[in-house]
Each structure stands twice: as structure tokens, then as C-alpha cells.
């Protein structure tokens, strides 16, 4: 049979297609994906959810290839079609049901995939993920697909239901995870599926028989598929510890809270490690708070006493109350506490000196608790549940002078409480609190060295970059930087550090056995090592006590940290480490735990057991996009194993990969670029990401209906593209050069407020967005066989994108994603497959 006999002899299903169905199953199917996003947060780490969006593109681009080698079948007759399409909610259940209790079984340990002996193990888990939810995505997005091909006369209305019932599935699921526990959000989606069976079977024995097994699909999961936090997380050992007690249980979007009372809970402070200055004081016993699993906070067990904090005298955090303290410092500070650490900050500042104190916990649920554990504090205003950066602006809004702080005090548990907390230790984010110091001000910003120096090398480089725009021209006078064996601390001054006070602080450090990486000035010849830290790299690893290092021999003790300051900061001549990319964090780029440099990946992967948790993503994203390339790389070659259908048209095929792979990288740019600005302009990741998500779908479907009046001629659909990439090339132009001057400026507004603006800057650009994909595959009606390769350029590309623009974001800011968008809907404007005239007429003279 001729390639022209074959696409006449594929006759598409007649009739107006039920949308209901594809919104339903479009629902199930990234409602799934985000519940899978989850488990995973839960069981393992979050990071590996990247994987799980891999699983998802995989499936729709492998059905896609699978669509476009049946479709002569699927469209022999006009019945056929629509008897497959009903077909698939049954098997969709039992790839759900299945896919579910695989993963449930699967023992995936991440620390095991670290360690060069266990690896493979654990690879071979991932390969059980893969091949235990791929059906589950890739029936998903031959359903979609089908509905292509089948209704081609209504791409457009497709396509709309399509998104909407995405979008849709971000509001669901995110509000059921209020009342559904994670692992049980499988469960509450198995009903969509059987509504949408439903839909498409007719017949009253067939529709009995989808209730039966998705009764059966609900009762094997509920019983078979268990899940629970790993032996590695921070909750697995105290919920085995006698008498342990869970007093309370949380559910939101944003985790699962547990809080446990037993005897290993202590409130966590980074103490002297000298008997005589602790004077027999130990630690607080508490509440321990995990939020999935992992360590947030310490939470009182009871109201606080009145009685004196004995081991704050030992407290590694005290130094800068000290230095406000006494006769000459006037009258006792005011202090600004970033992070209340479950309230207790609040005692210890009072304990030491201070005079008005105001505290921020912005983590919604941890604000939430530490006002019902501390009635007082909730009475009294002292705590309040803002952002930092919103504090200040609306503090500075308020009073034209600016208010002001004698000191800014970060906790040491801050930057894990929250995603938006990482806005914090940006140069921006340190810049807006030097700006908020009184002219005796201290800022005090905590950073872990217990895996890696160089966060705390990062954070000093950062700091000196906040000082720089402010204007100061000497930026080492203005910082001090002391430590304990696990725990470093940076002080950043509104004026240089005098000599006395200089003096104080190594008075202080030395009396505690703490450490001074950096004091401005010459070193002090022979000055004592209290706490021995080696150099760790990925060229060099060393250990404790110089061994094998070459910086000396012996048991001498070193302090890398010191040594790092001088050779990358002041004055900071040394060649930077190849593994290592020590640049400040930004508003913009605003990744603080994100410092391989995967350009140099050979020796991060030789010591891959020295990489912490925290740089973990980025090795799943480079993996995920080296997986990605090779599955487009196949969907790409498909017109070579087609030449009689595809082949002959090398015109639309070029074409189509650049349109359709513009789509699907330049969508998925946008819409990462816009949840990363969103959460920083809502002061929420959860918030951000759902109504972004949510937002982004649901235009871009109303968008796509709309496109349904620009579908008539090519002309049509030219004019229709043309209006739509207009819309988004100039949206992506004020984005970049706009969005981050704005978005701080508005960042105090009210809640409600500020999700009307980001709905009002969504809805354009999402609108616009709908347009491409319709009118793309519109155009390609003339050429049915490249429907559904299409759909899975698509999808192939999407894959390619998701960890590409989390890879781009880290190394170069989000600003990137912005204007790779820009360039890639110039390039789709440019290239819409619709043969020419001429080139066409010799297609089907050579067919």
C-alpha cells in the first residue's frame, strides 16, 4: 500500500470526543505524579521526585512512538479507536494499583548509592522503579494521544482539556494532602479512573466489572502496599527508643509532622566543648519536631520556668549578645531573631541582655506549633509569622527613617525549616539585614561545617559581595568569623571591628575552646587550634591531624576553614578548587547548598561518598538529563524507520523537531522560572508551586480552546501563532529585565494581594502559551502520521527540559530560563510545519 493510500485508508473516529474522560485521566495522571513526588520526600529524600517526573515524560514520549507505529491499526476503522480509548481506564487502574504496590516493596537506600561497593544494588532499584511505573505514564499518554489522532478535528479543545484537567489535579491533590496521608493519595485517585471509564464504557456488565476491579485494585493497595521513613532519616531511631510517645501528627502540603516526646529529644545547641565553662549545665529536654521525617525543630515540654539557662555561657551563639553588653554599649540591645528554635531563642536572648526582641518563624506549621507549645508567646506579639524580606520591607514602608536592630540573629536550625529560608543567605537576602543594622549593629549567620567547609567559605564570599553593595570598600574589617567543631558562625558589622573588640573575641573563643578562622588583621603567630578540622576535597581527602595532607606533620592540628578563607576571600588569591563553584548565592540564583561544579564530574564521582545530602539534586537532575537526551535522541530517529510515511516530507520533519522541541523545552522553562519567582514573592515554595502549577495549566487550556478559532487555513493558524508568540516574547523581555526590581518592592503586600498579582503575571503567558502546541498539531493534520511523533517530540523534550532548567537555574540563575524561552518561542514563531506549496505537491507525487 502507498504512504497516500495508507493515510486515507486511516479514516479518524467520527464525532464530537467526550472531553470529561481525558480531563479525568489528565488529573489522575499528574495528580499521581505529585503524589509520587511525595512518597518519595517521605521515604527517602526529596530530591529523587526528580526521577519520578523522569518516569512521567519517559511514558508519554515512549507512547507517542508506540501511537505513531499504530496508527494505521488504531484508525482502520472508525469504531476501533474509541474501543481502545475505553479500554485503557481499566488497565490504567491496574498500572496504578500495581505501580504502587512495586514501589511500596522496592528498598531503595540513597546512602547505599553513595558508596561505590553497594551501588549497583541500588541502580538496579531505580531500574525496578522505572519498569514498575512506566506502564502507569506510558497508558496515560497514549490515552492523550489517541484522542489526537482520533478526534483531529478538535486538537484544540483536546489539548484544553487535556491541560485543564492538569492543572486541576495540582488543586486537587495538594488540598486532599490536608486530609490524606501521601502514601494514601493513590487510593483517592483511583475513583477518577473509574469515572472515567465509566464515561467511555457503555455497557452495564462492563461498567460493573471496572467497579469490581477497581474495588479490588483499592482493597490490594490498601492492604499490600506499605510504606514508612527509611532507617537513615532522622525519625527512624527515635521512634524505636523505649517509651517513645507521638504526640502529635500533622498532614499538609508542605509535610508530614510528627512531634515525639522521649528521652534522646534535647534542644540542639552547639556548645563548648570545655567541662569548666558548661558547669555541669546540660541541654534541655524537649519535644523533637520532624517534618517527614527529617529534623526541623525542638519544641518545650513545658512553659518556661523563669529559672537561669546555665549552659548559655558555653553557647557558641552568645558571643554577639556579649559584645553588646556593658556600660559602653548604652542601652541594651534590640534584636531582630531569624528562626525562634521552638521559641527557646527567645529565653536565651532575654537571658542575655536583650531589650526588645522580635521574632520571625515564616515556616507556616512551625509558627503554628511554637505558639500553642508557648501560650505566652502567642499573647504577648513577640513572634510573628513574616518572612524576613517582608519584615523588612514593610518595616522600612513604615518608617521613613528605616527601622533598625542592634542585632540580627539567624538560628542555627533556620535554613532547614523552609525552601524560602535559603533567601536568607543571598547577597540580597544579607545586604536588606546589614541595611536594618544600627550604626553598633551585628548580624550573626550560622553555617554547618561538619560535611564541607566550603558552604562556610560560600557564605563569607557572600557576605563580602552584601558588604560591596553597600558600599563599603573594605569588606574584611566588617567580618568576623569564629567556630566550634561542627558549627561556624559569621559576624557581619555595620562599622570595622575595632581592636578591643577584637580582643573580646578571642577572649570569648578562647575561654570556650572555640575557634577564629578569621579576625581582621594579620594572623596571630602560634595561635592555638582548639578543634581540629582537616581539609576535605574531592582532590585531596585527609585525615584528622594532617596525615597525608602535606600541611604538616605529626598530630599538628589544622583549621581548613581558616586556611580557605585566606586563599579564596581575603585576600582571596588562590585558584579556586576545579570540583567546587564557591560564587554567592543571589536572589536570582538563590542556591546556597549548591556548589559542585560538574564540569570537573570524574573526581566527584570517584569520592562520590563525600558529597552530602544537600548537593545530591544536582546529581540527580545531570543524571535524569543524560537518561532524557538518549530517549529524544530515539523519538528523533523515528522518520528513519518510517521513510514511506514520514521520509519523503524532510521539510515537516525538520520542522517539527524544532517547533514541537521549542515547545517542550521553552513551556517547562517558563513555568520553573515562574513557581521559583513565585515562591519567593509569596514567601512560600508550597503555595508558589501549586498555584503556579495550577495557574499555568489551567490558562494555557483556555488558551488552547481558544486557538480552536484560528484552525480554519494555514493562514489562520500563522496569524493565530503569530499573535500568541508576540504575547510571549515580549512577556519574557519584561520578565527579564523587570521581574526581580518588582518583585522585592511588592514583596510585603498582602497575601491576597500578591496571588492576584502573580495570577494576573500567569495569566497572559499561560494564555499565549495554549496557542503553540494546538496550532502546531493543527497544522500537522495534512501529515497524520506526524501527529503523534509529535506528541512525543513533546513529551521527549519535556524530559530534556525539567532537569536542564534546574541545572541552568543552579549554575546560572533563573534569569536564564527566561531568556532561553525567549529564544526558543522565536524559534517555534519561525518554524510551524506546514510544507510549502510546491515542496508539497512533490511529497505526494513521490508518495
Given at each position: 500500500?502507498?504512504?497516500?493510500?495508507?493515510?486515507?485508508?486511516?479514516?479518524?473516529?467520527?464525532?464530537?470526543?467526550?472531553?470529561?474522560?481525558?480531563?479525568?485521566?489528565?488529573?489522575?495522571?499528574?495528580?499521581?505524579?505529585?503524589?509520587?513526588?511525595?512518597?518519595?520526600?517521605?521515604?527517602?529524600?526529596?530530591?529523587?521526585?526528580?526521577?519520578?517526573?523522569?518516569?512521567?515524560?519517559?511514558?508519554?514520549?515512549?507512547?507517542?512512538?508506540?501511537?505513531?507505529?499504530?496508527?494505521?491499526?488504531?484508525?482502520?476503522?472508525?469504531?476501533?479507536?474509541?474501543?481502545?480509548?475505553?479500554?485503557?481506564?481499566?488497565?490504567?487502574?491496574?498500572?496504578?494499583?500495581?505501580?504502587?504496590?512495586?514501589?511500596?516493596?522496592?528498598?531503595?537506600?540513597?546512602?547505599?548509592?553513595?558508596?561505590?561497593?553497594?551501588?549497583?544494588?541500588?541502580?538496579?532499584?531505580?531500574?525496578?522503579?522505572?519498569?514498575?511505573?512506566?506502564?502507569?505514564?506510558?497508558?496515560?499518554?497514549?490515552?492523550?494521544?489517541?484522542?489526537?489522532?482520533?478526534?483531529?478535528?478538535?486538537?484544540?479543545?483536546?489539548?484544553?482539556?487535556?491541560?485543564?484537567?492538569?492543572?486541576?489535579?495540582?488543586?486537587?491533590?495538594?488540598?486532599?494532602?490536608?486530609?490524606?496521608?501521601?502514601?494514601?493519595?493513590?487510593?483517592?485517585?483511583?475513583?477518577?479512573?473509574?469515572?472515567?471509564?465509566?464515561?467511555?464504557?457503555?455497557?452495564?456488565?462492563?461498567?460493573?466489572?471496572?467497579?469490581?476491579?477497581?474495588?479490588?485494585?483499592?482493597?490490594?493497595?490498601?492492604?499490600?502496599?506499605?510504606?514508612?521513613?527509611?532507617?537513615?532519616?532522622?525519625?527512624?531511631?527515635?521512634?524505636?527508643?523505649?517509651?517513645?510517645?507521638?504526640?502529635?501528627?500533622?498532614?499538609?502540603?508542605?509535610?508530614?509532622?510528627?512531634?515525639?516526646?522521649?528521652?534522646?529529644?534535647?534542644?540542639?545547641?552547639?556548645?563548648?566543648?570545655?567541662?569548666?565553662?558548661?558547669?555541669?549545665?546540660?541541654?534541655?529536654?524537649?519535644?523533637?519536631?520532624?517534618?517527614?521525617?527529617?529534623?526541623?525543630?525542638?519544641?518545650?515540654?513545658?512553659?518556661?520556668?523563669?529559672?537561669?539557662?546555665?549552659?548559655?555561657?558555653?553557647?557558641?551563639?552568645?558571643?554577639?549578645?556579649?559584645?553588646?553588653?556593658?556600660?559602653?554599649?548604652?542601652?541594651?540591645?534590640?534584636?531582630?531573631?531569624?528562626?525562634?528554635?521552638?521559641?527557646?531563642?527567645?529565653?536565651?536572648?532575654?537571658?542575655?541582655?536583650?531589650?526588645?526582641?522580635?521574632?520571625?518563624?515564616?515556616?507556616?506549621?512551625?509558627?503554628?506549633?511554637?505558639?500553642?507549645?508557648?501560650?505566652?508567646?502567642?499573647?504577648?506579639?513577640?513572634?510573628?509569622?513574616?518572612?524576613?524580606?517582608?519584615?523588612?520591607?514593610?518595616?522600612?514602608?513604615?518608617?521613613?527613617?528605616?527601622?533598625?536592630?542592634?542585632?540580627?540573629?539567624?538560628?542555627?536550625?533556620?535554613?532547614?525549616?523552609?525552601?524560602?529560608?535559603?533567601?536568607?543567605?543571598?547577597?540580597?537576602?544579607?545586604?536588606?539585614?546589614?541595611?536594618?543594622?544600627?550604626?553598633?549593629?551585628?548580624?550573626?549567620?550560622?553555617?554547618?561545617?561538619?560535611?564541607?567547609?566550603?558552604?562556610?567559605?560560600?557564605?563569607?564570599l557572600t557576605a563580602r559581595e552584601a558588604l560591596r553593595e553597600a558600599g563599603i570598600a573594605d569588606p574584611a574589617r566588617?567580618?568576623?568569623?569564629?567556630?566550634?567543631?561542627?558549627?561556624?558562625?559569621?559576624?557581619?558589622?555595620?562599622?570595622?571591628?575595632?581592636?578591643?573588640?577584637?580582643?573580646?573575641?578571642?577572649?570569648?573563643?578562647?575561654?570556650?575552646?572555640?575557634?577564629?578562622?578569621?579576625?581582621?588583621?594579620?594572623?596571630?603567630?602560634?595561635?592555638?587550634?582548639?578543634?581540629?578540622?582537616?581539609?576535605?576535597?574531592?582532590?585531596?581527602?585527609?585525615?584528622?591531624?594532617?596525615?597525608?595532607?602535606?600541611?604538616?606533620?605529626?598530630?599538628?592540628?589544622?583549621?581548613?576553614?581558616?586556611?580557605?578563607?585566606?586563599?579564596?576571600?581575603?585576600?582571596?588569591?588562590?585558584?579556586?578548587?576545579?570540583?567546587?563553584?564557591?560564587?554567592?548565592?543571589?536572589?536570582?540564583?538563590?542556591?546556597?547548598?549548591?556548589?559542585?561544579?560538574?564540569?570537573?564530574?570524574?573526581?566527584?564521582?570517584?569520592?562520590?561518598?563525600?558529597?552530602?545530602?544537600?548537593?545530591?539534586?544536582?546529581?540527580?537532575?545531570?543524571?535524569?538529563?543524560?537518561?532524557?537526551?538518549?530517549?529524544?535522541?530515539?523519538?528523533?530517529?523515528?522518520?528513519?524507520?518510517?521513510?514511506?510515511?514520514?521520509?519523503?516530507?524532510?521539510?515537516?520533519?525538520?520542522?517539527?523537531?524544532?517547533?514541537?522541541?521549542?515547545?517542550?523545552?521553552?513551556?517547562?522553562?517558563?513555568?520553573?522560572?515562574?513557581?521559583?519567582?513565585?515562591?519567593?514573592?509569596?514567601?512560600?515554595?508550597?503555595?508558589?508551586?501549586?498555584?503556579?502549577?495550577?495557574?499555568?495549566?489551567?490558562?494555557?487550556?483556555?488558551?488552547?480552546?481558544?486557538?480552536?478559532?484560528?484552525?480554519?487555513?494555514?493562514?489562520?493558524?500563522?496569524?493565530?501563532?503569530?499573535?500568541?508568540?508576540?504575547?510571549?516574547?515580549?512577556?519574557?523581555?519584561?520578565?527579564?529585565?523587570?521581574?526581580?526590581?518588582?518583585?522585592?518592592?511588592?514583596?510585603?503586600?498582602?497575601?491576597?494581594?500578591?496571588?492576584?498579582?502573580?495570577?494576573?503575571?500567569?495569566?497572559?503567558?499561560?494564555?499565549?502559551?495554549?496557542?503553540?502546541?494546538?496550532?502546531?498539531?493543527?497544522?500537522?493534520?495534512?501529515?497524520?502520521?506526524?501527529?503523534?511523533?509529535?506528541?512525543?517530540?513533546?513529551?521527549?523534550?519535556?524530559?530534556?527540559?525539567?532537569?536542564?532548567?534546574?541545572?541552568?537555574?543552579?549554575?546560572?540563575?533563573?534569569?536564564?530560563?527566561?531568556?532561553?524561552?525567549?529564544?526558543?518561542?522565536?524559534?517555534?514563531?519561525?518554524?510551524?510545519?506546514?510544507?510549502?506549496?510546491?515542496?508539497?505537491?512533490?511529497?505526494?507525487?513521490?508518495?
Amino acid at each position: 500500500m502507498s504512504a497516500a493510500a495508507a493515510t486515507s485508508a486511516a479514516a479518524p473516529a467520527r464525532g464530537r470526543p467526550q472531553l470529561a474522560p481525558l480531563f479525568l485521566v489528565a488529573l489522575a495522571s499528574v495528580g499521581y505524579e505529585i503524589a509520587l513526588t511525595r512518597w518519595f520526600a517521605i521515604v527517602s529524600w526529596s530530591e529523587y521526585g526528580y526521577w519520578v517526573i523522569s518516569i512521567t515524560m519517559v511514558g508519554i514520549a515512549a507512547s507517542g512512538v508506540v501511537l505513531n507505529l499504530a496508527k494505521d491499526w488504531l484508525l482502520a476503522t472508525p469504531a476501533r479507536a474509541p474501543r481502545v480509548l475505553a479500554s485503557m481506564p481499566p488497565l490504567l487502574v491496574v498500572a496504578l494499583a500495581g505501580g504502587t504496590l512495586a514501589v511500596a516493596a522496592i528498598d531503595f537506600n540513597p546512602l547505599a548509592l553513595q558508596n561505590h561497593a553497594t551501588m549497583a544494588a541500588q541502580l538496579a532499584k531505580i531500574a525496578a522503579y522505572y519498569a514498575a511505573l512506566f506502564p502507569f505514564f506510558f497508558l496515560g499518554g497514549s490515552f492523550i494521544g489517541l484522542y489526537f489522532i482520533a478526534y483531529d478535528a478538535h486538537i484544540s479543545r483536546i489539548y484544553a482539556a487535556d491541560l485543564v484537567g492538569a492543572g486541576a489535579a495540582g488543586v486537587v491533590v495538594v488540598a486532599l494532602m490536608y486530609f490524606v496521608h501521601p502514601f494514601d493519595l493513590p487510593l483517592a485517585l483511583l475513583p477518577v479512573l473509574l469515572a472515567a471509564g465509566w464515561l467511555l464504557l457503555e455497557r452495564t456488565a462492563a461498567r460493573a466489572a471496572l467497579v469490581a476491579l477497581t474495588l479490588a485494585a483499592a482493597a490490594a493497595v490498601w492492604a499490600f502496599a506499605h510504606a514508612d521513613y527509611n532507617e537513615y532519616k532522622a525519625i527512624a531511631a527515635p521512634l524505636r527508643v523505649a517509651d517513645n510517645k507521638a504526640v502529635q501528627s500533622l498532614r499538609s502540603p508542605r509535610g508530614i509532622y510528627e512531634v515525639l516526646d522521649n528521652f534522646t529529644e534535647r534542644l540542639d545547641i552547639d556548645l563548648s566543648n570545655n567541662a569548666a565553662m558548661l558547669g555541669g549545665a546540660e541541654p534541655i529536654a524537649t519535644l523533637g519536631l520532624y517534618a517527614d521525617g527529617n529534623r526541623l525543630a525542638s519544641l518545650p515540654k513545658q512553659p518556661p520556668s523563669g529559672q537561669r539557662l546555665a549552659y548559655l555561657d558555653a553557647a557558641l551563639d552568645s558571643l554577639p549578645y556579649r559584645l553588646l553588653q556593658g556600660p559602653a554599649q548604652g542601652q541594651p540591645p534590640s534584636v531582630l531573631l531569624v528562626g525562634s528554635r521552638g521559641g527557646f531563642r527567645l529565653d536565651e536572648a532575654a537571658q542575655m541582655g536583650a531589650g526588645g526582641v522580635v521574632a520571625l518563624e515564616p515556616e507556616p506549621v512551625l509558627h503554628d506549633l511554637v505558639r500553642r507549645y508557648r501560650a505566652d508567646l502567642a499573647e504577648d506579639g513577640r513572634l510573628l509569622p513574616s518572612a524576613p524580606s517582608a519584615y523588612l520591607q514593610a518595616i522600612r514602608a513604615g518608617r521613613p527613617g528605616g527601622a533598625t536592630f542592634d542585632l540580627i540573629d539567624i538560628a542555627l536550625d533556620y535554613q532547614g525549616s523552609s525552601d524560602i529560608a535559603k533567601y536568607s543567605f543571598t547577597v540580597e537576602g544579607l545586604a536588606a539585614y546589614h541595611a536594618a543594622l544600627s550604626p553598633r549593629g551585628l548580624l550573626s549567620v550560622p553555617v554547618p561545617i561538619r560535611e564541607f567547609t566550603v558552604y562556610a567559605v560560600k557564605l563569607v564570599l557572600t557576605a563580602r559581595e552584601a558588604l560591596r553593595e553597600a558600599g563599603i570598600a573594605d569588606p574584611a574589617r566588617h567580618i568576623v568569623v569564629y567556630r566550634s567543631a561542627w558549627n561556624a558562625r559569621v559576624l557581619i558589622a555595620k562599622q570595622p571591628f575595632d581592636a578591643a573588640t577584637l580582643d573580646a573575641v578571642r577572649r570569648f573563643c578562647d575561654e570556650r575552646s572555640f575557634d577564629t578562622p578569621w579576625l581582621p588583621g594579620p594572623p596571630r603567630p602560634g595561635a592555638t587550634i582548639w578543634n581540629d578540622l582537616p581539609p576535605v576535597s574531592f582532590e585531596t581527602v585527609a585525615s584528622t591531624g594532617g596525615a597525608g595532607t602535606g600541611a604538616g606533620a605529626g598530630d599538628r592540628r589544622q583549621d581548613a576553614l581558616a586556611d580557605e578563607i585566606r586563599a579564596y576571600v581575603f585576600p582571596g588569591q588562590r585558584p579556586r578548587p576545579a570540583t567546587v563553584d564557591l560564587s554567592p548565592a543571589t536572589t536570582d540564583r538563590p542556591y546556597f547548598h549548591s556548589v559542585l561544579h560538574l564540569g570537573a564530574l570524574a573526581p566527584i564521582l570517584e569520592r562520590i561518598d563525600l558529597v552530602p545530602r544537600e548537593e545530591i539534586g544536582a546529581l540527580v537532575s545531570l543524571a535524569v538529563l543524560a537518561q532524557s537526551v538518549l530517549i529524544a535522541l530515539a523519538v528523533l530517529s523515528l522518520p528513519l524507520f518510517r521513510r514511506r510515511t514520514m521520509g519523503v516530507h524532510r521539510g515537516i520533519v525538520g520542522k517539527s523537531i524544532a517547533y514541537f522541541a521549542g515547545i517542550g523545552l521553552g513551556f517547562l522553562f517558563i513555568e520553573i522560572y515562574l513557581i521559583e519567582k513565585a515562591t519567593f514573592f509569596l514567601n512560600d515554595r508550597t503555595l508558589g508551586f501549586s498555584l503556579t502549577l495550577a495557574a499555568m495549566l489551567i490558562f494555557s487550556g483556555i488558551g488552547s480552546w481558544a486557538s480552536g478559532r484560528y484552525t480554519a487555513s494555514t493562514e489562520d493558524t500563522r496569524r493565530g501563532l503569530r499573535g500568541a508568540c508576540i504575547v510571549v516574547l515580549t512577556w519574557c523581555a519584561l520578565a527579564w529585565a523587570f521581574a526581580d526590581v518588582a518583585l522585592p518592592a511588592g514583596i510585603a503586600l498582602p497575601l491576597p494581594v500578591r496571588i492576584a498579582l502573580v495570577l494576573l503575571a500567569v495569566a497572559p503567558v499561560g494564555i499565549a502559551l495554549g496557542f503553540p502546541f494546538a496550532c502546531g498539531m493543527s497544522a500537522l493534520r495534512t501529515h497524520p502520521h506526524f501527529v503523534p511523533w509529535a506528541w512525543s517530540l513533546n513529551g521527549a523534550f519535556s524530559v530534556v527540559a525539567s532537569p536542564l532548567a534546574q541545572l541552568l537555574a543552579m549554575g546560572f540563575g533563573n534569569r536564564v530560563l527566561v531568556a532561553s524561552a525567549l529564544a526558543l518561542y522565536a524559534l517555534v514563531w519561525m518554524r510551524l510545519p506546514v510544507a510549502q506549496p510546491a515542496a508539497r505537491g512533490r511529497a505526494l507525487a513521490g508518495a
